[in-house]
């Protein structure tokens, strides 16, 4: 069993900053890609970034220069840093990883999500 547990949700004014973290823990030999994604009511989850665990990042055009994740691999966490938003950056927002357990099953989970509120 893997637990991904999201914090640093919140309201903001545009323009600010927030900065979210989740941290994976359970039966976790190894993490492989980990990653934030986003959704809105009526919406499909999107993806916002994704970091391989040899650092390799992703973004999506939206969020290219304002936003920056990264990992530290020892406590199994990622972060997404999230300057100068805007009110079409709220949104709840998921954390999401994937490896392989101890016992050599392939996993792939998803966190409770953090609501993300931008007033212009």
């Known amino acids: 069993q893997v637990q991904l547990v999201e914090s640093g949700g919140g309201l903001v004014q545009a323009g600010g900053s927030l900065r979210l973290s989740c941290a994976a823990s359970g039966s976790i030999l190894s993490i492989n890609t980990m990653g934030w994604y986003r959704q809105t009511p009526g919406k499909q989850r999107e993806l916002v970034a994704t970091?391989?665990?040899?650092?390799?990042?992703n973004y999506a055009d939206s969020v290219k220069g304002r936003f920056t994740i990264s990992r530290d691999n020892a406590k199994k966490t990622v972060y997404l840093q999230m300057d100068s938003l805007k009110p079409e950056d709220t949104a709840v927002y998921y954390c999401?990883?994937?490896?392989?357990?101890?016992?050599?099953?392939?996993?792939?989970?998803w966190g409770q999500g953090t609501p993300v509120t931008v007033s212009a």
């Open positions: 970091i391989t665990s040899s650092g390799t990042t």
């Open positions: 999401n990883t994937d490896g392989i357990t101890p016992g050599g099953r392939y996993f792939r989970d």
